[in-house]
């Protein structure tokens, strides 16, 4: 099974200068805990991305005030991603080596078509293989997000 299909199409992405509140609002708005970073609106390919960790372990947890930032504060960059043609078993693979939970899905061009979480891949795959996932992102202290 490839993983475009069963990746969640067109995210909801931001641009570096994206301040941290409206990201979070994001977050709320679409139910995710990760926004794809894209260089800007007409040009679509990912910079890194920012998580509902990275804000709280980048910034909250240094004092810092995310209401007064820009994602670019604390994005994680560059971002690990998959590729449209790539086989669930590679994403699955990837997610594994980088212990995340949720990975950006680009065309050839580098360009934001997708992404890919824990979740659509228990929709999708076999137990055995979500299984696994979830265990071996979760090995040895926290996952990134």
């Given amino acids: 099974?490839?993983?475009?299909e069963v990746m969640t199409?067109?995210?909801?992405?931001?641009?570096?200068?994206?301040?941290?509140?409206e990201v979070a609002q994001m977050m709320v708005e679409h139910d995710c805990g990760q926004?794809?970073?894209?260089?800007s609106t007409a040009d679509r390919?990912?910079?890194?991305?920012v998580t509902d960790r990275d804000i709280v372990s980048r910034l909250v947890a240094q004092g810092k005030n995310p209401l007064d930032l820009q994602a670019?504060?604390?994005?994680?960059?560059p971002a690990v991603t998959v590729r449209t043609g790539q086989s669930v078993e590679d994403c699955i693979q990837i997610m594994e080596a980088h212990r995340i939970r949720r990975v950006p899905v680009v065309d050839d061009g580098g360009l934001?078509?997708?992404?890919?979480?824990q979740?659509?891949?228990?929709?999708?795959?076999?137990?055995?293989s979500t299984g696994e996932l979830v265990n071996r992102v979760s090995q040895g202290g926290a996952a990134k997000l």
Avoid: F, Y
């Fill in 112 to 117: 934001m078509r997708g992404i890919v979480s």
């Fill in 9 to 21: 199409r067109e995210p909801v992405c931001c641009t570096p200068e994206t301040g941290l509140q």
């Fill in 45 to 49: 390919r990912i910079l890194g991305v």
């Fill in 119 to 128: 979740a659509d891949i228990a929709q999708h795959a076999s137990n055995a």
């Fill in 72 to 77: 670019r504060t604390c994005m994680s960059q």
């Fill in 35 to 39: 926004i794809p970073i894209v260089r």
């Fill in 1 to 4: 099974m490839l993983i475009e």
